[in-house]
Structure formats: structure tokens, C-alpha cells
């Protein structure tokens, strides 16, 4: 079992920066393959970003590419993401998620577009960006 809690989101407006953190513990086996998606009302949950540490590899949606970034600290066992340049279209609920196992790099970024393949999830934060 592992645990996943999400903090750092908020309300900023448009243009804007904000960090979302993750902390987990638990399972050592979801350390390899981490994401952040989100879910905006009446809409469908959607892959963010993914990271493979193993290779070091992030991904990303194409509509945050550039203005997003996934990392992983090690010691502080804390995946962040790193969001700037914040549109109105990207408020949302967004949830932190590891997966067990080491699918590979390719795998893992499938879960961009198919969010089920993660194992365990945290309860969400909130991100409003304003007009």
C-alpha cells in the first residue's frame, strides 16, 4: 500500500504561477513511475504529467507542454509540479498517482492518455485560475 497527499494548489489568475507537491510514502515499488492529472468539471479525468525516474524521463500533455514541470526529489520522496503560465482552462482538480512495478518509460506515459493504468491516488487538490 502506498500513500499519496497532494498540497499546494490554489487560486491565481491568469498567467500565474503555482507548485503542487506530493508526498509519498509507503510501497517502495511505485517510486518509478509517478503523474499528475486533473479533472475539471463535467469533463473527463486527463493525463498531466508523468515522470520514469528510472530514466530520469518526464512527459506531458501537449497543452501544458512548456509551461509545466514534473520532478522527483528523492530524499524529500516528494514528485512537484510546476506550473506556469496558468490559463483559465487549466483550473481543475488535480490528483498526484504512482503506479507499482517498472512498466518502462514508454508504459508509464500511457497513462497520460489512459489514467487507470495507476495504482494508488491522493485526494486532489484544487487550482482556480482566474480571468
Known amino acids: 500500500q502506498a500513500q499519496v497527499v497532494e498540497s499546494g494548489g490554489g487560486s491565481v489568475q491568469t498567467g500565474g504561477s503555482l507548485r503542487l507537491s506530493c508526498v509519498l510514502s509507503?510501497?517502495?515499488?511505485?517510486?518509478?513511475?509517478m503523474g499528475w492529472f486533473r479533472r475539471a468539471p463535467g469533463k473527463e479525468r486527463e493525463g498531466v504529467a508523468t515522470?520514469?525516474?528510472?530514466?530520469?524521463?518526464?512527459d506531458y500533455h501537449d497543452s501544458v507542454k512548456g509551461r509545466f514541470t514534473i520532478s522527483h526529489d528523492i530524499v524529500r520522496d516528494t514528485v512537484y509540479l510546476q506550473m506556469n503560465s496558468l490559463k483559465p482552462e487549466d483550473s481543475a482538480m488535480y490528483y498526484c498517482?504512482?503506479?507499482?512495478?517498472?512498466?518502462?518509460?514508454?508504459?508509464?506515459?500511457?497513462?497520460?492518455?489512459?489514467?487507470?493504468?495507476?495504482?494508488?491516488w491522493g485526494q486532489g487538490t484544487q487550482v482556480t485560475v482566474a480571468t
Open positions: 498517482a504512482v503506479r507499482t512495478g517498472l512498466p518502462g518509460r514508454d508504459r508509464c506515459a500511457s497513462a497520460l492518455a489512459n489514467p487507470s493504468q495507476m495504482t494508488y
Open positions: 509507503g510501497d517502495a515499488s511505485t517510486r518509478s513511475c
Open positions: 515522470y520514469y525516474s528510472i530514466t530520469h524521463s518526464p
